[in-house]
């Protein structure tokens, strides 16, 4: 079945760490986006890409830096930069009209949960 | 520039009871409007979509939203709520280009009681 795979589920991190969150989609969508999201404040975009080896910053992108080498892929690292990085990380791509919107929405990962310890 | 706000970041209702969820939304120009589910630890699930068709939309688990221009609002409801209910639900927005992207509202936790 096609869909989006994030991973790990959990992640712990010590301070001053880098870590990189996988995301892999096999729906041939050309778009892909990560959002952060905290309790009270919905889903906030840190990045997203339209097409391979290209990105553009999301609201919220200071601290955060992602590749996108492979359609199919697009990680997240969350760097030492990012000083409050305990959030649960999503992951969605669509399909990529150009100059609207997309009409059948954003497919989803299950999310990373990211801990600072 | 797109927005939403969704009213009340909790709602309780009783099992059976109408479910109102309320999303108002903020756009220059005509947009299209998505209702998302997201259970504890799992990603978001597409409820139902506005797209300028029908103003009525229905979505899956027999969830339906009605598309206001007048009153910009996009709220969702169900006639008889079930114990499987409960999650957290996401309002969102998309504009014409707006660049594919979804501007989301801060959520809604749905309690459903015995």
């Known amino acids: 079945d096609g869909g989006i795979t994030q991973s790990p589920k959990y992640l712990f991190r010590k301070e001053g760490q880098n870590v990189t969150l996988s995301c892999e989609q096999n729906?041939?969508?050309?778009?892909m986006y990560w959002y952060r999201q905290d309790p009270g404040q919905g889903l906030r975009l840190i990045y997203y890409?339209?097409?391979?080896?290209?990105?553009q910053k999301g609201d919220i992108a200071e601290g955060y830096s992602v590749s996108r080498e492979k359609k199919e892929s697009f990680p997240l690292t969350v760097t030492s930069a990012q000083k409050n990085p305990t959030a649960f990380y999503l992951c969605?791509?669509?399909?990529?009209?150009?100059?609207?919107?997309?009409?059948?929405?954003?497919?989803f990962g299950s999310g990373t949960r990211l801990t600072v310890v | 520039a797109q927005s939403v706000t969704q009213l009340g970041s909790h709602v309780s209702v009783s099992e059976g009871a109408l479910v109102l969820l309320r999303c108002n939304y903020s756009?220059?120009?005509?947009?299209?409007l998505f209702w998302y589910v997201q259970y504890p630890n799992q990603g978001l699930q597409l409820l139902l979509k506005?797209?300028?068709?029908?103003?009525l939309v229905k979505g899956i688990n027999g969830f339906e939203a009605e598309f206001k221009k007048s009153e910009t609002s996009f709220h969702l409801t169900k006639p008889s709520a079930h114990m499987s209910d409960a999650a957290e639900y996401f309002c969102?927005?998309?504009?014409?280009?707006?660049?594919?992207?979804?501007?989301f509202g801060t959520g809604t936790q749905l309690k459903v009681e015995l």
């Open positions: 969605a791509s669509s399909i990529l009209v150009a100059g609207d919107p997309p009409l059948s929405g954003y497919t």
């Open positions: 729906l041939n969508h050309d778009a």
């Open positions: 890409s339209q097409i391979v080896n290209d990105f």
């Open positions: 756009s220059s120009v005509p947009p299209y």
């Open positions: 506005y797209t300028s068709a029908a103003t």
């Open positions: 969102a927005v998309s504009e014409p280009g707006g660049g594919n992207k979804l501007t």
